[in-house]
């Protein structure tokens, strides 16, 4: 079946250790996306790639990067990571920037 | 701006009884409209979409959403639910403006009492 898959699921990190979590997806979908989601909020969208080209939204905080190597993975690095940074990290995928969204399972952060 | 609200923070319902779930937007022109579903620990899942053309559309288990464009709506509704359908759900919208993009709503969490 095609999907979006996130590792690891669960991803334990030291405050101010840079962590990386990835998402890969067989969907071949030019879009992808990734979310922060804090308990009980909707998912804030944090940047986008439409192919090669990378959106970040404004507020979304220097300590987060991304990286899109190629069509089907999607990395995203946090280069100091705070105790605030604890959080479910959503990857989706999508065909058009407006449309519906193919979500993987998450991976949650623990910031010790 | 555009804008997405749920006006019920949490519901309870019981087991068989029917569902509606509230979703207002706001927005200049016709715009995509999803439902997702979320249990928790995991990832959204689409339940349904609108893009155009019939405004009742059926979604995957068992629900759907009418879009009613005089009142910004695009509510959710089931007519019997199970204990399964306990979740957070979603409402989004999705704008084709200079810069297309997804909003989501705050979401609505759903207890179901046997």
């Known amino acids: 079946d095609a999907m979006v898959i996130q590792n690891p699921r669960y991803q334990v990190t030291q405050f101010g250790k840079p962590v990386t979590l990835s998402c890969s997806q067989t969907?071949?979908?030019?879009?992808m996306y990734w979310y922060q989601q804090k308990s009980s909020q909707a998912p804030k969208l944090l940047f986008h790639y439409y192919d090669k080209d990378f959106n970040n939204e404004a507020d979304t905080p220097d300590n987060f990067q991304s990286r899109r190597p190629n069509t089907s993975f999607c990395f995203l690095d946090i280069r100091s990571p705070g105790l605030g940074d604890a959080a479910m990290y959503l990857c989706?995928?999508?065909?058009?920037?407006?449309?519906?969204?193919?979500f993987g399972p998450g991976t949650r952060l623990t910031v010790t | 701006a555009q804008s997405v609200t749920q006006p019920d923070i949490h519901i309870t319902v019981s087991e068989g009884a029917s569902l509606e779930l509230r979703c207002n937007y706001s927005y200049g022109a016709t715009p995509y409209l999803f439902w997702y579903v979320q249990s928790p620990g995991q990832g959204l899942q689409l339940l349904l979409k609108y893009f155009s053309g019939d405004t009742l559309v059926q979604g995957i288990k068992g629900f759907e959403a009418e879009f009613k464009r005089s009142q910004s709506s695009f509510n959710l509704r089931k007519p019997s639910v199970h204990w399964s359908d306990a979740a957070e759900y979603f409402c989004?919208?999705?704008?084709?403006?200079?810069?297309?993009?997804?909003?989501f709503g705050p979401g609505t969490s759903l207890s179901v009492i046997p």
């Open positions: 989004a919208v999705g704008t084709k403006t200079s810069y297309d993009k997804v909003i």
């Open positions: 969907l071949n979908h030019n879009v």
């Open positions: 989706a995928t999508s065909t058009t920037s407006a449309g519906e969204q193919y």
